[in-house]
C-alpha cells in the first residue's frame, strides 16, 4: 500500500485528535458527574471529595466500588469480545467498540468514586479505538495507522490533564519510540487538537498547586539526591505492582476477591485521609502546608499497599497520578529529614522533585515524567533544570542498580505492549517490540532484539491477552545477560483491561 503523505497524515491528525476530545470531555463529565453524585462534589471545588461525606458513607462507598468493578471486569470478560490494546491496534488489530467504551467509562468510574488508582488509561483507550476506527475507514496504510493509533493514545491522556507536550511526548518515547518529522508533526497535531476540543466542554485548569524552583546550588544538590531516592523507589514500586498485577484473577474468583480488598480499603480510609480516591489530596497537601515525616511515612506506605493490593485484585486503572503523589511524599520526607542541611530549599520543592522523579522510573519515561511535572504544577521555565537534573538522576540510579547486581535491569515501560499486546490467533503470550527501524515488530524474540532495540508500550503496565503474541516475556523486574534491556531510564499504570495479561491469570 502506498504510503500516506504527511499532508494527508495532518489532517487525519486533526480529525482524529477531534474525536478524540470529545470522547474525552465525555469521560471527565462521567468523572464530575459521579462525584457529585457520590459525594456531593466534584475534584473541581474539593481536592478530595470522599471528606465531603461521612467515614461510614464513604465506606459503604468503597464496598460498592469492589462490587461494581468485579462484575463489570467479569462480565466483559465472559461475554465481551477479547480486548484490544493501544500495541494491538497499532499492528492493525480493530479495536471492539462496544467492550473499549464500557472498559473506559467503567474505569473512570470507579476511580471517581474511590479506587485509589489513576484514570488515564481509559482517555488513551478512547483516543485508541478512534484512530483505529478512522485509519480503517481511510484505509491507511500501516505505519500511518500506527502512528495515528498511538498520537491519539497519546492525545487522550493529554486532552484528560490538560497535557498538550506530555501527551505527545507520551506516544513519542512510550509508544512509537521513534522520532521522525511525520510522527512529531502528527503526535503534536493529535494532541493539541484534542486538548483544544476536550477545552470546549471541560475548563482547563492546573491539576497541583504552582511550586516554584530555582537554579541555585542548593536546589540542583537537592534536585540529584531527590531523583536517586525517589528514582529508585518508583522502580521498586514498579516491580511491586506488575508483580501484583500478573497475579489478579481473571475468572469468578474476581467477584469476591476485589469486593474484600476494597473492604480493607473502606477500614483504612477512615484511619487514613486520603488512602482512597487517585492521590491528588496527599500531592496538594505536600505541596502547600506541609505533612509531618511521621505521617508522610504512614502515608506512603498506606497508599502504595493499597494501589498495590488492588491491582492484585484485579482493578483496571493506572498509574499516573498516584505515582505522581507517591513521589511527592516521599519527595517531602527527604525534604523534610535533610531541611538543617538545605535550609533555602522549601518542602514543597523537594515534593515536585519527588514527583517527577518517581513518576519517571514507574512509567520508565524520564522525559515525559519531567513535563508532566511541569504541566501538572504550571511550572516556570527557572524550575526546569531542577526537574531535569532529577529524572536523569533517576535514570541513572535504576542503570547504576545493575551494575551492582551485575546484570542488566530489564525494565519495559509501565506502558509496555507486554501489559495489553494485540488481539490475534494463538494462545501463547508475549510482548511487541519496537526494532531500530522505530516499528512495531509482534513475532520477534528477546534475542532478536538488539541491545539498543526498545520495546513498544502504550500506557499499560503489564501482561498481555492470552490471545495476543508470541513467547511469553519475564516478569519486568527480572534480569538477565541475555535479555534485550530497556531500563526505566531509557524507555498510566496499570491500566489494562480484563483478558489483557502477560502472565496465566490465577482462575
Known amino acids: ?41 466534584n475534584h473541581y471545588s474539593s481536592v478530595f471529595p470522599g471528606s465531603n461525606v461521612s467515614p461510614f458513607r464513604l465506606a459503604v462507598t468503597l464496598f460498592l466500588v469492589g462490587l461494581f468493578s468485579s462484575w463489570t471486569w467479569y462480565l466483559l470478560k465472559r461475554f465481551g469480545r477479547p480486548a484490544v490494546s493501544v500495541p494491538g491496534a497499532m499492528a492493525g488489530t480493530k479495536m471492539p467498540v462496544f467492550e473499549t467504551t464500557v472498559s473506559a467509562f467503567a474505569q473512570v468510574t470507579a476511580v471517581a468514586a474511590g479506587a485509589p488508582v489513576g484514570r488515564e488509561n481509559a482517555p488513551r483507550l478512547a483516543g485508541g479505538l478512534a484512530a483505529s476506527r478512522i485509519s480503517s475507514a481511510l484505509h491507511l496504510d500501516s505505519d500511518a495507522r500506527r502512528i495515528l493509533v498511538a498520537s491519539a493514545a497519546g492525545a487522550g491522556l493529554a486532552a484528560s490533564f490538560h497535557l498538550p507536550l506530555a501527551g505527545a511526548l507520551f506516544a513519542l518515547e512510550l509508544l512509537l519510540v521513534e522520532m521522525s518529522t511525520r510522527t512529531v508533526v502528527t503526535a503534536m497535531l493529535t494532541s493539541a487538537t484534542a486538548v483544544a476540543a476536550a477545552g470546549v466542554f471541560i475548563d482547563p485548569h492546573p491539576i497541583y498547586a504552582t511550586v516554584e524552583l530555582s537554579e541555585k546550588p542548593q536546589m540542583l544538590i537537592a534536585a540529584l539526591i531527590v531523583g536517586v531516592c525517589a528514582g529508585l523507589a518508583g522502580h521498586l514500586f514498579g516491580i511491586g505492582a ?36 487517585s492521590g491528588r489530596w496527599a ?52 525534604g523534610t529529614l535533610l531541611a538543617p542541611l538545605f535550609p533555602d530549599v522549601p518542602t514543597a520543592a523537594f515534593a515536585i522533585m519527588g514527583a517527577a522523579a518517581f513518576l519517571s522510573t514507574t512509567m520508565a519515561a524520564p522525559m515525559f515524567g519531567m513535563l508532566a511535572a511541569v504541566e ?33 535491569v530489564k525494565l ?44 513498544s508500550a502504550d500506557g499499560n503496565p503489564l501482561g498481555s491477552h492470552p ?41
Open 242 to 277: 506488575r508483580k501484583a498485577a500478573a497475579a489478579r484473577p481473571l475468572g469468578a474468583n474476581i467477584l469476591w476477591e476485589m469486593p474484600i480488598v476494597f473492604i480493607g480499603l473502606a477500614v483504612a480510609a477512615n484511619f487514613v485521609p486520603g488512602v482512597s480516591g
Open 1 to 41: 500500500m502506498t504510503e500516506t503523505p504527511l499532508n494527508h497524515l495532518a489532517l487525519y491528525a486533526v480529525l482524529t485528535g477531534i474525536v478524540t476530545g470529545l470522547l474525552t470531555a465525555a469521560l471527565n463529565y462521567t468523572v464530575l458527574w459521579t462525584e457529585e453524585k457520590v459525594y456531593g462534589v
Open 376 to 408: 501538572f504544577t504550571d511550572m516556570a521555565a527557572q524550575g526546569y533544570l531542577a526537574l531535569f537534573l532529577t529524572v536523569i538522576a533517576a535514570a541513572l540510579s535504576v542503570r547504576v542498580l545493575g551494575v551492582i547486581l551485575k546484570k542488566e
Open 412 to 455: 519495559a515501560a509501565f506502558t509496555t505492549a507486554a501489559w495489553t499486546g494485540t488481539s490475534s490467533s494463538n494462545d501463547s503470550v508475549g510482548k511487541q517490540h519496537a526494532n531500530s527501524d522505530g516499528k512495531i515488530h509482534p513475532d520477534v524474540t528477546h534475542k532478536d532484539i538488539k541491545p539498543n532495540d526498545r520495546e
Open 467 to 507: 490471545d495476543e503474541v508470541a513467547d511469553k516475556p519475564k516478569g519486568p523486574d527480572e534480569i538477565g545477560d541475555d535479555d534485550t534491556t530497556r531500563a526505566a531510564q531509557d524507555s498510566d499504570t496499570l491500566d489494562r483491561d480484563p483478558g489483557q495479561s502477560g502472565d496465566t491469570p490465577r482462575q
Open 283 to 334: 500531592a496538594e497537601e505536600v505541596f502547600t502546608v506541609g505533612i509531618p515525616a511521621l505521617t508522610l511515612v504512614f502515608l506512603a506506605i498506606i497508599r502504595a499497599t493499597a494501589i498495590i493490593m488492588c491491582f492484585r485484585a484485579g482493578t483496571v486503572g493506572g498509574t499516573l497520578t498516584p505515582s505522581f503523589s507517591l513521589g511527592a511524599i516521599i519527595g517531602a520526607l527527604i
